[in-house]
């Protein structure tokens, strides 16, 4: 019976000293980003890190080059990396909100990546109608006084 109640009583302290041993509390900086502020630079930073990914092999610098990538995102967002790793400890312990910014974060590089999507098809169709037109359709296109390219009203 007394084993019972000693194991009862140490299994009761052991389980009362765990609790909230995983949530800490971090207090709001000061200087705490504003969500959407932090939404467009952690968008800048996710494409710097993507274009550090794509160029470790090919440029061994770039790692030279990404630091002053990421000195150019501090002075155009006029933030310091201590207030940007302030705000992420801030906003990574209130669970929910840094869920919405990330959403937020996917949006952009998502509609991003369509805007150089279409770029790059309609450049692709430029080189494609010019490297075709003078020898599928000689007389279908014409040159303007600009120099482009462009269909042949008088045909």
């Known amino acids: 019976m007394q084993k019972s109640f000693i194991l009862l009583v140490l299994l009761a302290l052991l389980f009362s000293g765990c609790y909230k041993v995983n949530k800490v509390e971090v ?32 440029f061994p610098e770039y790692e030279g080059i990404k630091k002053n990538y990421y000195q150019a995102l501090f002075n155009r967002y006029h933030v310091t990396k201590s207030q940007i790793r302030a705000s992420m400890d801030y906003y990574n312990n209130q669970g929910t909100e840094m869920a919405n910014i990330y959403d937020k974060v996917m949006s952009k590089l998502t509609e991003k990546q ?42």
């Open 27 to 58: 207090k709001k900086p000061a200087n705490l980003i504003s969500k959407d502020k932090m939404v467009d630079i952690l968008t800048d930073m996710e494409i710097i890190e993507g274009a550090a990914v794509v160029r470790r092999e090919r």
């Open 114 to 155: 369509t805007i150089l999507n279409e770029k790059q098809r309609i450049e692709e169709g430029k080189k494609a109608l010019k490297k075709n037109t003078g020898d599928n359709f000689p007389f279908l296109f014409r040159e303007n006084s600009f120099g482009n390219l462009c269909f042949n009203p008088a045909i």
